[in-house]
Structures are given as C-alpha cells and as structure tokens.
C-alpha cells in the first residue's frame, strides 16, 4: 500500500455521555484534513466541547454514493479523512458502508477507531448470554412484517437485539407478545449512559406490562435484547398465532387433518405441530 494516499479513521463517538470518547479518537478528529458526519450540526457539538475545529462534510444516507466517489478522490491525493455518524459507531444503523467499501476496494487503508455502540453497551450489562448473539438492526416498520421478524427468531438457541424507536417500542412488544412465549426473558436498555438509562431484565410479559403502564418506559431510545429460546423445548414450541391457528382447526376437524391443514397454513413442522396438538388435547381433557 502507497503511503502516499491518505487513511480513512472511522471513529466512534458518543451514544449520550459526551465523556465516553478515547483520546485516540479525540486526537484523531483534531489531525485529519477533512471530518465527513452524517449530520454536520450535530458533530458540531462534540468538537466544540473537545475544541476541536477542523474542517465537516457531509455524508448521510441520501447522499452517500455520490459524497463517497469524492471522498476516496481526496484520499488518493493524499489527505486523511475520519468518518463519524450522529451516535456510536459508524455503519452499524447508520451511514458509511458505501464508503468504507469503495476505500478498502481501491486498497487504500481503513482504521478503526472503536468506542461506544448502544448494541454492545446494552449487550454488557444485559446478563443475557453473549458467547454467539445476533444483531438484527432495527425491528421492521410494519406489525406484519414484525410479526414475520419474530417469527423467524421465535426458535433461534442464541440471544438476539434489535434496536428499536420511542414510536414502536410498546406496537413492537405487543407484536413480540403475539409470538413469543410469555415467560422468555428480554432486556430492554433505555437511554443507554444518559441521565435517564434503565436496563430491565424480566420476561417478555413483565415488560410489555411495563412499557405499556409507564410512559417514561416509551420515550428515548432503545435497545431490546431477547433471550435465545431453551434448547430442549425447540421441538415443542409454536408461536402464540399458530397455536391459535391449530386451536381454531382442531375444534373443527380430528387431530389429523387439522395438523395437515396447519402445516399448510404455517410451514411450521409437522411433528412439532402434532406435539403442540397432542398437549392441547391433554390440557382440554384435564
Ligand atoms: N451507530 C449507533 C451505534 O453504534 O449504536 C446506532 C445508530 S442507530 C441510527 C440509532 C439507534 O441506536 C437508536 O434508535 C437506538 O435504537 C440505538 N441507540 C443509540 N443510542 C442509544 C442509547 N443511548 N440508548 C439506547 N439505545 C440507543
């Protein structure tokens, strides 16, 4: 690689508490030529309390392809360029993808300047396991295509996250409600290192009674971390729908035809639906 051309940093900011910043990455932002921030007024703040000033670009998600072209222009001629977003870490939810690729695909160098990530920062006070987790990015805007989300998630052994807005937190939890069991724990980490951070650890149906109950609980921002479901109930479970689906059928057809038909209906497997509809008789006959 040519000395010659200048080095991408992509530095990590602050989710809240403007302290949580290296002085790696404070040094960094005060020598390279060029910042480019997703929001140029809102990196403004940072480097002022660091008093910094040096010279902002844009690069948001409407412009990214187009601001990228340029930026990797001027790294050819030479100058360094630190990459930040609006909170955390860049290009996790946020802009910067486009960038970081057409950098490392011209084989000019990218540098890592960690730091804060809500996802992580909730993930180390969660008490959930983390040895294999998945990050989901936000939840889908849509209750249907929620519910199709959690869904897929419903079996999933390991523990999961997701991020999530003030305006879908409670819609987002009833929807969870609707497929997940009850008595799954999840954690829901709200306004992570801000003067208002909660970080409450209990089952599903505990939160959404929570969030539901207290306004406070619905404002800010948040991360919500599920637990991976236990191992040896994979075969058993179904979500809440389907159970409802396969009760509805079993009250009109015999056990046979009303799995059949329930396969069809859910794609979930025939033997698990078959369980589900033997315990149901059981319970009915108790
Ligand atoms: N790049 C950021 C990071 O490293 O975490 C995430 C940016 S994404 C656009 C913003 C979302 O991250 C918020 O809607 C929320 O779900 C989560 N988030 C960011 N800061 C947070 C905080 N202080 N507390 C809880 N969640 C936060």
Request: with cysteine; proline share 5%.
């Amino acid at each position: 690689m040519s000395s010659e051309y200048g080095k991408l940093y992509v530095v990590a900011t602050p989710i809240g508490n403007l302290a949580d910043i290296s002085f790696r990455a404070v040094e960094t932002l005060k020598q390279v030529d060029l910042i480019a921030a997703e929001d140029t007024r809102h990196v403004k703040m940072l480097l002022q309390h660091y008093g910094i000033n040096n010279k902002l670009v844009s690069l948001h998600q409407h412009n990214e392809e187009r601001a990228s072209a340029g930026l990797l222009e001027k790294l050819r001629e030479g100058l360094s360029i630190a990459l930040v977003s609006d909170a955390g870490t860049p290009l996790l939810s946020d802009p910067g993808m486009p960038l970081v690729k057409a950098v490392k695909d011209a084989g000019l160098e990218v540098v890592p300047i960690p730091g804060p990530c809500a996802l992580i920062a909730a993930l180390s006070a969660a008490g959930l396991p983390v040895t294999q987790f998945s990050f989901e990015g936000f939840s889908p805007r849509t209750s249907s295509a929620r519910k199709a989300f959690f869904s897929e998630k419903l079996l999933s052994p390991t523990t999961w996250v997701f991020y999530e807005s003030s305006h879908r937190i409670l819609a987002s939890l009833k929807d969870m409600a609707e497929i997940l069991p009850p008595d799954r724990q999840i954690v829901i980490a709200r306004e992570l290192t801000k003067l208002h951070e909660t970080i409450v650890k209990t089952s599903l149906a505990n939160a959404l009674e929570l969030v539901e109950q207290n306004d406070n609980m619905r404002k800010g921002e948040f991360v919500v971390i599920v637990d991976g479901a236990a191992p040896d109930k994979n075969e058993q479970v179904i979500s809440a729908e389907q159970e409802k689906i396969l009760r509805v059928l079993l009250a009109e057809c015999s056990i046979k035809t009303a799995v059949a038909m329930a396969v069809e209906i859910t794609g979930v497997r025939k033997k698990r639906l078959y369980q589900a509809a033997l315990d149901m008789a059981k319970t009915k006959d108790a």
